[in-house]
C-alpha cells in the first residue's frame, strides 16, 4: 500500500503535502458541440466523482491549494459552454472550487462560456486562468508568438474578470522547453500541465501534473488514483504517447487519433 493510501485509511483527507489535480473538459451528455467526444463526462458520472473526491478532502482550486489551502484540485480546460451550465451547478452543490482555463479568442462564441457567465463563476469563487490566448498548440508558435499569446491571454482575462491570472495550462498539453521561463516573464507564477503525477508543494516551481479524467473513466480506478495507486501506469504511458507526438508530428498525430477514436466508436456501437 502507498503512503498515499495508508494516510487515507489512518487519516480523513489528503495529506497537506502532496494531492491530485483531476482535469476536465466538456460536460454533458450533448452530442456533437466543440469538445472531444473521448474527454466528454456526463452529468452523473460528473456527480459521482466529485462525492469519491470529496472523501479525501474540499474539492478546491489550485489557485487556493498552491495559496495554503488542501483537497483535491479540479480543473476545467477549454471554456466549454458546459463549464457553466451543467458543471458549476454541481460544483456549488458540493461547496466546491475549480479553476477553469479559458481561450479568450473563443469566449462568446457558439458553444462556448461568455464573459458574463466567466464573471458569474468568479463571483461564485471559481478561479478563472489562462489556456492561451487562442486554442493553439503551444509549441507551433515563434518565440514571439508565444510570447505575445500568453500575456495577450493574461491581461484580457484580468480586464474582463477583474482578478490575478496566475496559472497557465498549455493547449493539448504542448510544452516548449521554456515555457515555464517564458510564462514567469509574462506574468503568471505556475504552469498546469498534462502530465500525471502528484501535486507537491516541494515541487511547486516545476509544472503541475494533472490527470485526465475521460469519458471512459471507471469508479474503480478514479478510486485507486485517490488512493495513490495506478500513477506509474499512468505516467509510461503519457511518455510513450510524448514520444509518439514528437516523432511524427503534431498534425499527423491528431489525424491517426481521430482516426483511431471513430473506429472505436463504430466498435462500440
Not at 17 to 31: D, I, K, Q, R
Not at 202 to 208: G, I, K, P, T
Amino acid at each position: 500500500m502507498s503512503a498515499l493510501a495508508d494516510r487515507a485509511v489512518t487519516a480523513p483527507g489528503r495529506p497537506p503535502t502532496s494531492t491530485l489535480a483531476l482535469m476536465y473538459h466538456a460536460v454533458g451528455e450533448a452530442a456533437g458541440g466543440t469538445a472531444d467526444a473521448h474527454y466528454r463526462v456526463g452529468c452523473e458520472a460528473l456527480r459521482q466523482q466529485l462525492a469519491a473526491c470529496a472523501a479525501y478532502g474540499p474539492l478546491t482550486s489550485a489557485r487556493s491549494w498552491l495559496a495554503g489551502g488542501d483537497g483535491v484540485i479540479l480543473t476545467f480546460d477549454d471554456g466549454d459552454a458546459s463549464h457553466y451550465a451543467e458543471a458549476l451547478p454541481l460544483l456549488l452543490a458540493r461547496h466546491a472550487q475549480a479553476d477553469f482555463f479559458v481561450n479568450p479568442a473563443t469566449v462568446g462564441r457558439r458553444g462556448f462560456v461568455t464573459w458574463g457567465q466567466l464573471r458569474e463563476m468568479a463571483e461564485l469563487g471559481m478561479s478563472i486562468q489562462s489556456h492561451g490566448y487562442e486554442h493553439r498548440y503551444l509549441t507551433s508558435l515563434s518565440p514571439h508568438e508565444l510570447e505575445r499569446s500568453l500575456l495577450r491571454a493574461r491581461l484580457t482575462i484580468e480586464q474582463q474578470i477583474g482578478e490575478p491570472v496566475q496559472l497557465l495550462a498549455p493547449p493539448g498539453g504542448r510544452m516548449p522547453s521554456d515555457l515555464q521561463a517564458v510564462a514567469r516573464d509574462c506574468g503568471y507564477s505556475h504552469v498546469v500541465c498534462s502530465r500525471p503525477g502528484l501535486v507537491r508543494r516541494d515541487a511547486a516551481s516545476r509544472a503541475l501534473p494533472r490527470l485526465a479524467v475521460v469519458a471512459t473513466l471507471s469508479p474503480a480506478v478514479l478510486q485507486r488514483w485517490l488512493d495513490g495507486q495506478g500513477l506509474l501506469r499512468l505516467r509510461l504511458r503519457y511518455t510513450a504517447l510524448d514520444l509518439a507526438k514528437r516523432a511524427v508530428g503534431d498534425r499527423t498525430y491528431e489525424s491517426l487519433r481521430r482516426r483511431w477514436l471513430a473506429a472505436t466508436a463504430e466498435r462500440s456501437c
